[in-house]
């Protein structure tokens, strides 16, 4: 087995650790760069957080398109705590190692939430298919049991993707450097580590989820198009408001998440420029978990009246309500 060493023999190195790269050597900077990313990643913590909260708490959000949504915002809470508590504690500490073993399992989980939140956007695109184009027969459809199945399937699916990709990854010792140039276990960066007869299999790997991404990109397409199609058959302005505002938050996260997988896709891997691997990387690691919940909020009024709901009990104790109580008697 050979990894393409000059002399045409076996040159394994054997990696315990990799080095990830820092944005700065000045520590100063480096704390600052901790700061920065523990508020973006407590905003997103929160910001899902709050959304599942008030989708379990509020009766009216119990319905199969929020039950989706939740399960989106787990998967958003797991996918950016994959990589930045990391860089976090690299920042704060000044040590940019990451162990051999920590490595593939940051590549498993980002593989794993990515691949599970494609198949969950199908599955909710599919929701809104029946929602607006069958509505007669949404509640016949979209059973609670079918839509358990379907999220279920969306999860066991990003497992299977995730074990097949990390396994083939780390099946073979790394030739060349351990240095990543990345503040985490970049996918691409690894790869170019990592021996040629795994990178072969690898890129054969991606070529056929590649052609299934596109299958599920027709599906979204396709649905869409019936969902735009009837929206603006329908008579009533608010009726035409009422079904976009519940269909469009899903759209627009999908197409932030595709956009931000085809810069990472062709992005150039960059062993020189950090500011360049920081933006791209930030692109899909950052980007979605963080701007999902606010274009929920945003675009959901249902979500919207529920975190007022929660927000006001959080702000209001019940001393004052039980004040008004008295007023009243």
């Keep these: 087995m050979n990894c393409g060493t000059k002399t045409g023999m076996e040159n394994f190195t054997i990696f315990t650790e990799f080095l990830l790269m820092q944005y700065s050597t000045i520590q ?3 704390v600052l760069h901790a700061v920065l990313f523990l508020l973006i990643y407590m905003a997103a913590l929160m910001g899902n957080f709050l959304t599942i909260t008030a989708i379990v708490i ?16 787990l998967l958003d809470i797991g996918y950016i705590s994959v990589t930045l508590p990391k860089f976090i504690v690299n920042s704060l500490t000044h040590n940019p190692t990451i162990s051999l073993h920590g490595c593939a399992v940051q590549i498993f989980f980002l593989i794993f939430f990515a691949g599970t939140e494609i198949a969950l956007l199908v599955a909710m695109s599919y929701d ?8 007669l027969h949404y509640g016949v459809i979209m059973t609670p049991a079918r839509c358990i199945c379907m999220a279920t399937s969306s999860w066991l699916s990003g497992i299977f993707y995730s074990a097949l990709h990390t396994g083939n990854m780390f099946r073979l010792p790394f030739s060349g450097s351990n240095v990543i ?3 985490f276990c970049d996918i691409p960066h690894v790869l170019k580590v990592s021996c040629s007869e ?23 397409i396709i649905s869409y198009t019936y969902i735009f199609s009837t929206v603006l058959k329908m008579p009533s302005v608010e009726g035409r408001y009422k079904a976009l505002s ?3 938050p899903q ?14 896709v062709l992005g150039p891997l960059s062993d020189t420029s950090p500011i360049q691997n ?47 109580k008295n007023i009243k008697l």
């Design 28 to 30: 100063e900077l480096q």
């Design 58 to 73: 509020d009766p009216h959000l119990h319905s199969p398109l929020y039950f989706f949504l939740s399960n989106l915002s």
């Design 128 to 135: 809104r298919f029946v929602a607006i184009c069958q509505p």
């Design 181 to 183: 140039h990345q503040y």
């Design 198 to 220: 795994v990178r072969d299999i690898e890129y054969i790997l991606l070529a056929t989820s590649s052609t299934l991404i596109l299958f599920c990109f027709g599906f979204l």
């Design 246 to 248: 519940t269909c469009s």
């Design 251 to 264: 759209l627009i996260i999908f197409i932030l998440f595709a956009l931000s997988g085809i810069v990472t």
């Design 278 to 324: 920081l933006l791209i990387s930030m692109t899909y690691s950052i980007l979605p978990p963080f701007m999902n919940p606010i274009i929920y909020s945003l675009r959901n009024t249902k979500i919207k009246t529920a975190l007022l709901k929660i927000i006001k009990i959080m702000f209001f104790p019940k001393k004052e309500v039980s004040g008004f």
